[in-house]
């Protein structure tokens, strides 16, 4: 791709919009930058539909910008071409890549799989949807490493030629309907990580997923498969003749992340590092932050921030990871979710749910009858709420199965918030 000279237009400046600009001036490109909110950058102009018919040469969409927008739809008649960040970074990404999505643990398995990598002494440096963006990856990539990047179909949807040697998808369950529309835009737009792949490569699928299976006869990659089957007689198995390590010595609670484990120590075998090299990296790793990741306990009462949890089906896992006695923080931004599939589970395992959000009528409306439901309206009232009435040996679990916009910056902020709300309780109780 020529980028010298030429008129590029960057819409969004979250991080990957920041860096596409950096990484288009860097080359020689001419870059507006533009936004929704108005922000004090170089050359920034505020987002209106007349900006879109100006002469680009090229539009750099953020992950978080509709590729649907009808400006878009005109410049693309026009001729424009209208691109993602991971799109742009395609030409110029050196090494190979490994591609992780799925509507859950992707953040997980991305960084399972670097730190494995890392363990064993393989050249790998990890990015993406998790901490550095694609683009800002490419220029110090090199040939011979592995790029490990988690992939959202935000990103993927816009991707034409982004070649993964390894793609992985973990699941595909209902999520980003605000956005997507219909469940199959959205396996579409997944699904684009397997439709790009070439003779050679790898496509690391869950078994038990109706979609994962779908996606293998779409690629030209060879199918490796994983799934709740490859948990037998307490250990984890990597097909059926490789014991990989017992289920007991995996760090990160719930079935969901031991088939998380058995994908990335699928990629990382597939890169060439040994099994018992694997099974110790594994031993070692800690849970991300923001996902089951323990707080503090309180009185006999622990508390856990899952606010990576931002849909339904990844709410329901972090559920299914404790035996019960359940104090839920459930609600944010609806991102057009059934949350009637959460009835029966928290009958049985939640004590209460604790409503905060925009969401919290709808969520409401789904779960009546079923469960005890506390409005709060906000995190801080959930938390106090459940400080009050919890007793030991309960759980309060934030796990909002919803996005973050509402209230928060991301799902970041409102984790950070929520730790900060526990630790401010702990100190109390000390006090």
Request: glycine share 10%; charged share 20%; hydrophobic share 45%.
């Given at each position: ?120 002494g393989v050249p790998a ?50 999520n980003h309907l605000d ?214 040996g309960d759980t309060v ?35």
């Amino acid at each position: 791709m020529k980028l010298e000279g030429i008129r590029a237009l960057v819409v969004g400046m979250e991080k990957s919009g920041q860096a596409s600009a950096a990484f288009l001036r860097a080359h020689g490109s001419d870059v507006t930058t533009t936004d929704i909110r108005r922000l004090d950058l170089p050359l920034f102009r505020p987002q209106t539909d007349d900006l879109f018919t100006e002469n680009w040469d090229l539009i750099v969409l953020s992950p978080g910008v509709p590729a649907d927008l009808k400006p878009l739809q005109h410049a693309r008649a026009r001729g424009v071409d209208v691109i993602g960040e991971i799109e742009l970074a395609a030409g110029f990404l050196r090494g190979r890549s490994i591609g992780i999505t799925g509507s859950n643990g992707k953040t997980t398995t991305t960084a399972l799989v670097g730190h494995i990598m890392q363990s064993a002494g393989v050249p790998a440096i990890v990015g993406g949807n998790i901490g550095t963006p694609v683009i800002a990856m490419a220029e110090n990539s090199r040939d011979g490493q592995w790029n490990v990047l988690e992939l959202s179909s935000f990103q993927l949807e816009t991707a034409r030629t982004f070649r993964a040697h390894i793609g992985v998808c973990l699941n595909v369950t209902q999520n980003h309907l605000d956005r997507h529309y219909t469940m199959e835009n959205y396996i579409y737009a997944k699904g684009n990580l397997f439709r790009m792949q070439l003779p050679g490569s790898y496509a690391v699928l869950n078994s038990g997923d109706a979609v994962c299976r779908g996606f293998s006869e779409m690629t030209v990659a060879a199918p490796v498969w994983f799934g709740k089957s490859d948990v037998r007689k307490g250990h984890i198995w990597l097909g059926e003749d490789t014991p990989l390590m017992p289920l007991s010595d995996v760090p990160i609670p719930g079935l969901h992340n031991a088939e998380n484990v058995m994908a990335a120590a699928h990629v990382a075998r597939l890169a060439g590092v040994p099994v018992d090299q694997i099974a110790a990296a594994v031993r070692t790793f800690r849970a991300v932050e923001h996902r089951l990741e323990f707080t503090a306990a309180i009185g006999g009462v622990r508390y856990y921030n899952d606010s990576k949890a931002t849909s339904v089906d990844a709410a329901m896992k972090a559920i299914d990871s404790f035996d019960g006695n359940l104090w839920v923080i459930l609600g944010g931004k609806d991102k057009g979710s059934d949350y009637t599939v959460m009835r029966d589970k928290l009958n049985k395992k939640a004590r209460a749910v604790l409503l905060i959000g925009d969401a919290a009528e709808k969520i409401a409306a789904h779960l009546e009858g079923a469960v005890r439901l506390i409005p709060c309206g906000t995190l801080d009232r959930a938390v106090s709420e459940a400080r009050a009435n919890a007793h030991p040996g309960d759980t309060v679990l934030l796990a909002p199965a919803c996005a973050s916009f509402d209230q928060f910056r991301s799902y970041e902020q409102r984790g950070q918030i929520f730790k900060q709300l526990v630790k401010d309780l702990k100190n109390g109780a000390a006090a």
